[in-house]
């Protein structure tokens, strides 16, 4: 989970444990609503919900999303970006399949960031490889310069091959929604702009906004 504390933004896991017959999104509910109440800890903060895309984490009705979103309706749901990511990236090369990695610590901003720059890499590599440019590629580039052959036969497989790439990302991630501006440059949101907001968020934007450590913070960005 993701919280804030003191000003800072910090990743703690929350608990872990295990089912020992089903395991529905009803059952993922009730054992992370039992740790909750047992710890007294409230729900009505969490303002999103990442899972990967099984039924039972995404069911609108017994799903884990359907049965949060009951108890806890100002809650968003979001298709994990590293799940995406691993999906779209099962059937890379290695050299390729690195560009996707996502560490800890990875905000949500930086990984549609990540995912975004890396289609566009796609798009390059192909104008390399239109270009008979290999160099990105040193492992293939090295087998062409000892078979010039081999790069005329497989030039036009891996141009359709990195074309079905970029288009598949897109369905891929067409879930990830888009960052609200107050999560990006909150030092930046008017008055104006906070009038619809919950009132939770409008306090900590004022504060935030009044915060000499955090100015300084996002002025270095």
């Known amino acids: ?3 804030i504390d003191n000003d800072c933004i910090k990743e703690e896991l929350l608990f872990v ?25 409230s729900s009505n903060p ?19 999303w359907g049965c949060f979103k009951r108890e806890v309706p100002q809650f968003s749901f979001i298709h994990c970006v590293l799940h995406k990511q691993a999906l779209a990236a099962k059937n890379l090369q290695p050299e390729l399949h690195e560009t996707l990695l996502q560490g800890d610590g990875t905000f949500l901003q930086a990984a549609i960031e990540n995912v975004t720059a890396f289609q566009n890499k796609l798009k390059f590599f192909r104008l390399r490889i239109l270009s008979n440019q290999w160099n990105m590629f ?4 090295a087998i062409f310069s000892l078979s010039p052959h081999l790069e005329v036969k497989f030039t036009p497989l891996v141009e ?8 598949d990302f897109p369905s891929r ?4 929604p888009s960052i609200p501006k107050y999560l990006l440059t909150p030092m930046d949101v008017s008055l104006e702009d906070m009038i619809d907001f919950d009132d939770m968020l409008v306090d900590e934007l004022l504060y935030q906004q009044a915060n000499e450590g955090a100015k300084a913070k996002y002025s270095c960005v």
Do not use: W
């Open 173 to 176: 991630f067409s879930e990830v």
């Open 138 to 141: 040193p492992r293939v580039e």
């Open 1 to 3: 989970m993701r919280f």
């Open 160 to 167: 359709e091959h990195l074309m079905n790439l970029v288009t």
């Open 17 to 41: 444990d295990y089912f020992e017959c089903r395991c529905t999104g009803q059952d993922i509910f009730k054992m992370a609503r039992f740790y909750f109440d047992s710890h007294q800890i």
């Open 46 to 64: 969490v303002v999103s919900v990442s899972t990967d895309g099984a039924r039972n984490m995404t069911g609108r009705d017994a799903g884990f």
